[in-house]
């Protein structure tokens, strides 16, 4: 018979704003109407119903045992649950609900089912049972109120009258409804402070995205993402994986920043980030770091789609960023930069030691290994508008780019020579007017590139291609 909140001044303290720990400790334990406040409040009203009852003759004088039994149990019940064992009970209010509707229903058997004072009892006990614990508790109070009020009835039977004297009636009423009105005045606190709590919780989580989306500029969004939806625990930890690995930087920048104000220079750098950047991450990359006029990406972590489509990936970034850089150079020509600005970029595919590295107190999500050296080294070599790529990237992207044979090189760290290829273009963009020609099938194998080959050796090639057509004719028609 009891149960609502605490008083709103408890939700906010003096500023009006809330930390998260302090919202949370008040969203778990905004208490209802103090139990022990409630049974006092409902128990006192069921005693004024009784005396009204026997000075009016309505009770039998013996009823006036349970005054003093009404008056004595709110605090006995508050008692046994603080002091005793009962305190660590689960759902100790509504066990404690249910036994006062086997109370009541005992106590209306004893009054005979006398209508109005019956009445308001159930009636203070079935919104104290759905304050405290919903229609489930509604609906357990409603079956022990029914079983305890049968069982008294039959054992003492029934009044003559339902009827009650009118001042007796109108205690009875009067009694409900004060319980009720404080305890829907305790609930309509509780409203409004948990409106008030969901406001200041709206409030900072509103706050912390914008936060949040501020602090991802100083992260990949891949980075970013994992963490922010908890798939990624931000500790010291790392792992190998076998990643595409990108290095680009700009072939004249040192010349350039001589001729050019810092200011306009910045400019001009910060634009091009922003440009590769967004090729970068349409690609599915995941930005490194900018030193100098440097960028490195990586594919395959914290997302991968298979070692082939990562390098795939990567290496069709290189070729998009290298187109794009004819738009920007026609931008920058009509603000007066006539330095002709190229990439050069170098792509190594293979083992790194991917993860967090620094301090417990400052992070760098980044890569390590001896193919993000190579990466590097190819980078360095390439020319103006050049894409270097190793042979393990070129072994899986062959297939759907075009790539050229430039050697071998040897990088520190590698006990042989690293055998190295330019990115020409993709396959389906190559035209018939292109220079080269690539046919490998079981048994045949052919590179061609027509525009490495001098007037005496393309005599030698042609002998050798009708050699082999002849064979094959000759096979042919044996069949």
């Given at each position: ?45 069921t ?109 003492l ?14 205690i ?5 409804g ?8 305790y ?69 350039l ?40 990406v ?91 790529v190793?042979?393990?990237?070129f ?41 080269f020609l ?42």
């Amino acid at each position: 018979m009891m149960s609502t909140p605490a008083d709103l001044r408890s939700v906010t303290s003096n500023t009006g704003k809330l930390s998260p720990g302090e919202i949370h400790d008040h969203i778990v334990a905004i208490p209802p109407m103090p139990d022990y406040n409630g049974r006092i409040l409902a128990y006192t009203a069921t005693a004024a119903i009784i005396v009204t009852g026997v000075l009016q003759g309505t009770f039998p004088q013996e009823l006036l045992w349970i005054v003093a039994g009404a008056l004595i149990w709110p605090h006995l019940a508050h008692l046994l649950t603080r002091r005793t064992f009962l305190r660590r009970s689960y759902r100790i209010r509504q066990k404690m609900l249910l036994f006062d509707c086997l109370i009541g229903g005992a106590f209306i058997g004893l009054i005979g089912l006398v209508a109005i004072p019956s009445v308001s009892v159930i009636l203070m006990l079935m919104f104290s049972c759905l304050i405290v614990g919903g229609i489930r508790q509604w609906l357990f109070g409603t079956a022990l109120l029914s079983a305890s009020l049968a069982a008294s009835a039959a054992t003492l039977g029934v009044a003559d009258s339902p009827q009650t004297p009118l001042l007796t009636s109108i205690i009875a009423v009067a009694a409900t409804g004060t319980y009720i009105c404080v305890t829907a005045y305790y609930s309509h606190q509780q409203a409004r402070a948990l409106l008030l709590a969901k406001t200041q919780i709206q409030n900072q989580r509103e706050q912390s995205i914008a936060l949040s989306h501020k602090l991802s500029k100083y992260l990949s969004p891949q980075v970013w993402q994992s963490i922010f939806t908890g798939e990624r625990d931000v500790r010291l930890e790392t792992q190998r994986k076998k990643l595409a690995v990108f290095f680009s930087d700009i072939k004249g920048f040192t010349e350039l920043s001589e001729e050019m104000e810092p200011e306009a220079l910045t400019e001009l750098l910060n634009h091009y980030f922003n440009e590769m950047s967004q090729v970068a991450l349409r690609y599915g990359g995941t930005i490194d770091k900018f030193v100098g006029d440097s960028i490195m990406v990586f594919f395959g972590d914290p997302t991968s789609r298979g070692q082939r489509e990562d390098a795939f990936a990567c290496v069709s970034m290189a070729i998009d960023m290298r187109k794009h850089m004819k738009i920007m150079r026609q931008k920058w020509r009509s603000q007066g930069i006539k330095t002709p600005l190229e990439i050069r970029m170098g792509i190594s595919t293979g083992y790194t030691t991917v993860g967090n590295f620094g301090a417990e107190n400052r992070m760098d999500y980044t890569i390590i290994g001896k193919e993000v050296n190579l990466a590097s080294r190819l980078e360095s070599l390439a020319e103006a508008g050049e894409i270097l790529v190793s042979y393990e990237t070129f072994s899986l992207i062959k297939d759907r780019i075009m790539c050229r044979d430039k050697g071998e090189i040897t990088v520190k760290g590698f006990g042989k020579p690293v055998a190295i290829y330019e990115v020409v273009d993709f396959r389906r963009d190559m035209g018939p007017n292109r220079s080269f020609l690539e046919h490998e099938h079981s048994g045949f194998a052919m590179y061609l590139d027509s525009d490495k080959i001098t007037e005496r050796e393309r005599k030698t090639v042609l002998a050798a291609l009708e050699d082999a057509a002849d064979r094959l004719r000759q096979e042919e028609d044996a069949e």
